[in-house]
């Protein structure tokens, strides 16, 4: 059974912090993804990585980075956090880029910055 | 520009009445569309898939391509089948399976 941990369910941090998210599969998969689940907006993609040290942005990068150091860690870095980052984020792997593959999600973790 | 569009936030329907999610998408490419669902209190997953053809708890779904759609359909709603429906595009090409999702519905199934 594949297993996609995230480091904290529940997250307050303050305005200017530096946040880190935390993701971890156990499975062997390439491919890991960051999105942030908002109410009205579905799933948007923040950042996704493809290999260890391999990252590509999606389609809402700005305010965030990630880092990708070993094949089964990915996190995600909110360098200064501000209140419209408050959201439920979403970590997602998936084993191979060539073919289709399912991808499986954490529980998520739902950040408020206040 | 790729996109997924699913026009209703909250569909209610009463247990043991027909239920049809819709989605519609935008794509150039050869579309790949998939529905997820995410029961309270629990992770997002994966419910079918449109190459599979599968019923999955007595869901289906056809891809139509000339009406662009991939609608969620089952006969006979259920009560533990109130949850939040996402569909997805599959983007093919690049390094990556990456989707794009839509903005979900909320199926609420009342007794």
């Known amino acids: 059974d594949v297993k996609v941990t995230q480091s904290s369910r529940y997250l307050v941090k303050r305005t200017g912090e530096k946040v880190f998210l935390e993701c971890v599969q156990d499975m062997d998969h390439e491919n890991m993804f960051w999105y942030r689940q908002d109410p009205g907006l579905g799933l948007r993609l923040i950042y996704f990585?493809?290999?260890?040290?391999?990252?590509e942005k999606g389609d809402i990068p700005e305010g965030y980075s990630v880092s990708r150091e070993k094949k089964e860690r990915f996190s995600l870095i909110l360098e200064s956090a501000s209140t419209n980052q408050t959201s439920m984020y979403l970590c997602a792997s998936s084993l191979t880029a060539t073919i289709w593959y399912e991808q499986y999600f954490g529980p998520g973790t739902r950040l408020t910055v206040t | 520009a790729q996109r997924v569009t699913q026009p209703e936030k909250l569909l209610s329907v009463f247990k043991g009445a027909p239920v049809e999610l819709k989605c519609n998408y935008s794509y150039s490419g050869s579309p790949e569309l998939f529905w997820y669902v995410q029961y309270s209190r629990q992770r997002l997953q994966l419910l079918l898939r449109?190459?599979s053809r599968e019923s999955i708890k007595g869901f289906t779904a056809d891809l139509n391509k000339g009406e662009t759609s991939f609608h969620l359909k089952k006969p006979f709603a259920q009560e533990e089948d109130s949850a939040m429906y996402y569909c997805a595009l599959r983007l093919d090409g690049g390094a990556t399976n990456k989707l794009i999702f839509g903005t979900g519905t909320l199926l609420a199934v009342q007794p």
């Open positions: 990585s493809y290999d260890v040290k391999m990252k």
């Open positions: 449109h190459i």
